[in-house]
């Protein structure tokens, strides 16, 4: 089993800048690919980025490449997301998730957090 936990959400202007934490606890934890995923209202949840567990590996989403970098801590339990040159169509809730594969299908995914808001104003 493993738990996600995530902070640093917020509401920020267009152009801005935040970074998303997600902490991860339990025994295969490390051992996960991490990815993080967002859901505006009325949408579908859609991939964002994801990161392997050995740090190589690293996914993104063409509307978010070249402005968004996903990380690993150094204990690989705590997954960054730091969102650069934010637009208000950034907006939504961004959840954490971990699982063996590293991909961009949310059904590939065993374990969530419970998500953190992100608001961009323009």
């Known amino acids: 089993q493993v738990q996600l936990v995530e902070s640093g959400g917020g509401l920020v202007q267009a152009g801005g800048s935040l970074r998303l934490s997600c902490a991860a606890s339990?025994?295969?934890?490390?051992?996960?690919?991490m990815g993080w995923f967002r859901q505006a209202p009325g949408k579908e949840r859609e991939f964002v980025a994801a990161?392997?567990?050995?740090?190589?590996?690293?996914y993104y989403a063409d509307s978010v490449k070249g402005r968004f970098t996903i990380s690993r801590g150094n204990t690989k339990n705590t997954v960054y997301l730091q969102m650069n040159s934010l637009k208000p169509e950034d907006t939504a809730v961004y959840y954490c998730a971990s699982g063996p594969a590293t991909t961009r299908y949310s059904k590939e995914y065993d374990y969530w957090g419970q998500g953190t808001q992100v608001t961009v104003s323009s």
């Open positions: 339990g025994r295969t934890a490390s051992s996960y690919t």
């Open positions: 990161i392997n567990w050995s740090r190589i590996i690293t």
